[in-house]
């Protein structure tokens, strides 16, 4: 079993910036996908980034320009850039990973998952 430590979220105004982090608590694949996705109250989970083991990434419209995916291999850990927030990114965000090494967007093709945390930006 694979369990991911997610770090990072809090409280923020709109325009400022966090980072989120998240790390497997062990290394079960050779290689692996890793993306983050949020779910917002009363609405579906939905797609944020992924990157791929060779650093390849895809992101959802809405974050292109202000979020950036990035990974440390030897740390074993991925992160999340978010700058500008919008009180629209207000939403749980989740870690996830897949033993696989291209890109996936959808959850379902995740199946390991981090406990998730807040992220809320006021206006």
């Known amino acids: 079993q694979v369990q991911l430590v997610e770090s990072g979220g809090g409280l923020v105004q709109a325009g400022e910036s966090l980072r989120l982090s998240c790390t497997p608590s062990r290394r079960a694949f050779s290689r692996y996908a890793m993306a983050w996705f949020r779910q917002a109250p009363g609405k579906e989970r939905e797609f944020v980034a992924t990157i791929s083991w060779s650093g390849s990434t895809a992101y959802a419209d809405s974050v292109k320009g202000r979020f950036t995916i990035s990974r440390d291999n030897a740390k074993n850990t991925v992160y999340l850039q978010m700058n500008s927030l919008k009180p629209e990114d207000t939403a749980v965000y989740y870690c996830?990973?897949?033993?696989?090494?291209?890109?996936?967007?959808?959850?379902?093709?995740?199946?390991?998952w981090g406990q998730g945390t807040q992220v809320t930006v006021s206006s």
């Open positions: 996830a990973v897949r033993g696989a090494s291209g890109l996936y967007t959808a959850p379902e093709e995740y199946g390991y």
